[in-house]
């Protein structure tokens, strides 16, 4: 298709277990070991197979190999994350370990936001220190992995629907309690738990995947995701696609009600992602205020705050089913995969 998406049968959406799947090891296997043993034996959140971290997983999964292929030359085998200016968590590492195993000929790009206007010895700290952190991959040969630093988002958004916007700039201030006054402009903090102050914090990220996405395509993964197998198969006979975030999470319609944070591989430029930034353009000169979005309900009577849907986790599923309801092509794949 023109969009580099695969139609998902009736609903446009991929819900199948069928034939059309076959175990292949030969593509999952990574030529790379692991660092060292520093992260083995930790579990963040408790669920990964025990041989996993023994080296005894067994990679194979049942993989979509339908009969289209797709140039693979317009995918750029990038996988970003977006990281605040703080020194990375464990489950961080954790999850950079799993990439270095699993997907080792892909570029892992470390995007850290940090507060806006810092100067030159702040960057540097930053840097040294993130870098430190990450040495064990850093002294891996075959595994490329980039620490990008961005003291200035706006420049990030030329070229972009958010050119102009600047609604993101005072969320990298650093410092929470101008954080919390900002945030106490735009939405009702009486009565909001103390974990929704941050909220602010959490949209640079939120927008910033989305531009990064747009501009230069490739795979975004959160950093609290863990690779249990490669999955590049996917990309070579589907393309670009999404992922539903629980089997729970599947309607009767066949649609998907909320897309997990992780985003397939898509070609840069990709008419989705500027369509999601549009919205976002929309309902930030529509909703935000000192360039915050509210974390109060727009209505009494709204299921979710407005950031929920215009940047938060709702906004990818926004844009799928306009995509699905005006008949464009997008390939959503379940937790049967």
Not at 129 to 143: A, G, H, M, T, V
Request: net charge neutral.
């Amino acid at each position: 298709k023109s969009n580099n998406v695969k139609n998902g049968k009736s609903n446009n959406v991929k819900n199948d277990k069928s034939n059309n799947v076959k175990n292949d090891k030969s593509k999952l296997k990574s030529s790379v070991e692991a660092p060292d043993n520093t992260f083995r034996g930790m579990d963040p959140f408790g669920y990964l197979p025990a041989a996993w971290w023994n080296n005894n997983y067994d990679a194979s999964k049942e993989i979509y190999t339908g009969t289209d292929k797709y140039d693979l030359s317009k995918f750029p085998k990038v996988v970003h994350t977006v990281w605040m200016a703080n020194p990375l968590k464990p489950y961080v590492l954790a999850s950079i370990d799993s990439i270095a195993r699993f997907l080792p000929d892909l570029t892992y790009k470390l995007h850290i936001l940090t507060p806006d206007g810092a100067n030159h010895t702040v960057l540097e700290a930053v840097r040294l220190r993130i870098e430190d952190q990450i040495k064990p991959f850093l002294d891996l040969p075959e595994f490329d992995i980039q620490v990008i630093l961005h003291d200035n988002v706006e420049k990030d958004f030329i070229g972009t629907p958010l050119d102009n916007i600047g609604f993101t700039q005072r969320h990298l201030g650093g410092h929470v309690n101008n954080l919390l006054s900002i945030i106490n402009q735009g939405g009702d903090r009486e009565g909001t738990p103390h974990g929704e102050h941050q909220t602010a914090m959490v949209h640079a990220s939120d927008v910033f995947r989305v531009v990064l996405l747009y501009k230069e395509g490739g795979i975004y993964m959160d950093t609290d995701h863990f690779i249990l197998s490669g999955f590049w198969p996917l990309v070579e006979n589907m393309g670009s696609f999404l992922v539903c975030e629980t089997r729970a999470d599947n309607q009767p319609d066949g649609r998907c009600k909320l897309l997990n944070g992780f985003v397939g591989a898509f070609p840069p430029g990709h008419m989705f992602f500027k369509d999601a930034l549009t919205r976002i353009a929309t309902l930030a000169k529509e909703h935000a205020v000192n360039g915050i979005f509210p974390i109060r309900k727009i209505q009494k009577s709204d299921p979710k705050p407005i950031w929920w849907t215009a940047v938060g986790p709702n906004l990818m599923s926004v844009v799928k089913n306009k995509w699905i309801d005006e008949g464009k092509d997008v390939w959503v794949v379940t937790d049967g995969y």
